[in-house]
Structure formats: C-alpha cells, structure tokens
C-alpha cells in the first residue's frame, strides 16, 4: 500500500489537467499500460526514476486532456456533454487502475487510455 502511494505512478486529476509532454498522446492501449504499471509495481523503489513512470503519467495526462477539451467543446457549442463531472473532478490512481482491469483481457490491446477516460467518466458521472 506504502509502495503504491510513493511511486505516484498514476496520479490523475481530470480538472487541473496540466501541459502534456509532446510525445504523450493518449493512444497507448489498455493491455499495454497496465504491463507497464504492474511492471513498475514490481520493482517496488527501484522503479523511482524509470522513464515509464513519465511515460504513464503523460499517456494519462494526454487523456484527460482530450476529455476535458470535448466536454468543453460540447458545452460551448450548446451539445449535450458525453458526461457530467463536477467541476473539481478528481480520480486516484487506484482507481483508473482497478477500472482498467475491468476490461476483459481480450479488448485491452485494442482499447486506448483515451477511450478508458471517456468510459470511466462517463460511468462515474453520467449526465441527469
């Protein structure tokens, strides 16, 4: 539990996203973060510094991102929004983990972290 609050492998925020490193885009599939994530966790301390602990990071970085710009996008053009979060929406790593564990292993290479965000969202706040 300690190991995984030290690594902040995953911290996201959908609400602050921040400036997302160039090569970050969002399109790394399920099956392939999560190798990367449970990797990590595997080498417990000695993950600190690995250039996939950035690499995660942006990939969730990127996806929030692009979340964030189509529920603003929607919203400014009078759409109906894809989901409905609070304006201080907040997701621990945990979380965005367990939920792409929910993926059956045989659609992970073909899901996307991006497509991940815009399911985990809109299943935790759907719009009324």
Not at 14 to 22: G, K, N
Not at 80 to 107: G, I, T
Request: proline residues 7%; glycine residues 6%.
């Amino acid at each position: 539990m300690a190991l995984r609050k030290s690594l902040l492998v995953l911290g996201l925020t959908v609400s602050a996203v921040t400036v997302t490193p160039a090569w970050a885009s969002g399109d790394m599939s399920v099956a392939t973060f999560l190798a990367k994530a449970d990797s990590l966790k595997a080498k417990g301390l000695g993950a600190i510094g690995s250039p996939d602990i950035k690499l995660l990071y942006g990939e969730a970085q990127a996806a929030g991102a692009e979340y964030k710009a189509k529920i603003e996008a929607d919203r400014k053009a009078g759409r109906e929004p894809h989901s409905c979060p609070p304006s201080k929406a907040k997701m621990d790593s945990n979380a965005f983990l367990s939920h792409l564990r929910s993926y059956p292993a045989a659609v992970r290479p073909k899901t996307t972290i991006t497509t991940a965000m815009f399911d985990v969202m809109k299943k935790r706040y759907p719009c009324p």
